[in-house]
């Protein structure tokens, strides 16, 4: 079945979340769009907004996985027609997976257009099974005018494996409004225990089990997963009582949920990656729960609490938040308005440097990045950063 999402975004200066003593991030003058091979990602509608983008966010979902690759090729397809329809100046294209990056390169050498392609690279686009056409990724980065990563751990790793500087933008703080989440949630009455909202996708990275095996371990806690369960790799027919799967949400019913946690876990047992219900933690002034990588300690450094994804720690966690809430809430609310400014500075440097690129080719590296300490292995232990 096809389902296809549309969304146009624009920017505005003086928009919600953005500081008010800070400079307003410059627009593009030129027409511009973004192709994405999901039904829907955070990161793409923060970037599209910051480049004034036209946002596609495509997908084709098959009830049988056993059919999932045919929808590559409906995809490619359907992104030559919107490219030429639009005729953009720029592209910016979301990998994994590859193929829609690559998209460009053929519409761009089949139009003759100075089409300007950007690759977003997320941390999945370097592990199996899109490590196995590693070839196909460094032909097509290398044909972009730049490489967006996530953090300065991922960078220094394509750099080492791929011979390419990219470019370290983090995602933008979401803007969510209180009246975003005026909404009850129907779900549960949600009652007076402690409540954690699992920001989940039941993606291979994420430890469900260890979730679930710390779930039984706190029965006062109420565990609210969010998510398409049926893509969970493993037995979720008996769970403990005191965990609730709630389904892939619509945005109201999510941001509801979300609003009445008392803290948000989002964890990942793969390193170098950004996770965005992290940052809509961020957002809300929650406490969050993730996992000890290097570049999530080091972006969320204050009202979070780390875990190195062992039942065990996850419990230590929580019982860290519930003793500690408050004050980590406090202190999400003062790196939420440092990342804010933060993150405009460094969006308003890269789309500068995508206008000197227009005439040169390809963005020259003086963009101020993030020291990385190392692309490899956790921290020592896991903390509370307060």
Known sequence: ??????????????????????????????????????????????????????????????????????????????????????????VVCQDPPVFCALAVLIYRYFSEMQTMLVVDAHTAAFGRPWSYIRWLHRLVMRKAVAVLVTNAELRDYVLHNYEIVPVVLEDKVPDIKPADMARTWSQDTLGTNFKVAVISSFAPDEPIAEIMQAAEMLPDVK???????????????????????????????????????????????????????????????????????????RYFSKGAVYTDNSPQQIVQAVRVVQQNRDKLADHAALLRSEKEKEWI??????????????????????????????????????????
Request: no cysteine.
């Open 1 to 90: 079945m096809d389902r296809a999402y549309r969304q146009r975004d624009s920017v505005s200066e003086g928009s919600a979340g953005q500081p008010r003593d800070s400079a307003p991030i410059q627009t593009l003058a030129w027409k511009a769009v973004f192709l994405v091979w999901a039904p829907s990602s955070p990161r793409a509608e923060g970037l599209a907004k910051l480049l004034n983008a036209r946002l596609y966010q495509l997908t084709y979902k098959f009830k049988r996985k056993i059919y999932a690759p045919i929808k590559y090729p409906l995809l490619f397809s359907q992104s030559l027609r919107i490219l030429k329809r639009e005729r953009p100046d720029l």
């Open 223 to 297: 565990f609210y997963i969010t998510g398409d369960s049926t893509k969970s790799e493993i037995d979720l027919s008996i769970k403990p009582e005191n965990v609730t799967l709630t389904g892939f949400l619509d945005k109201e019913s999510y941001l509801a949920l979300l609003g009445r946690a008392d803290a948000l876990m989002v964890l990942t047992k793969r390193d170098m990656t950004m996770l965005a219900g992290a940052y809509e933690a961020l957002a809300l002034g929650k406490p969050l729960i993730t996992s000890d990588w290097l570049p999530l300690k």
């Open 345 to 386: 500075k460094r969006a308003n440097d890269f789309v500068q440097s995508l206008l000197s690129a227009k005439d040169s080719g390809r963005i020259a590296m003086q963009i101020q990045e993030p020291e990385s300490q190392s692309y490899k292995g956790r921290t020592d232990s896991s903390a509370v950063a307060t």
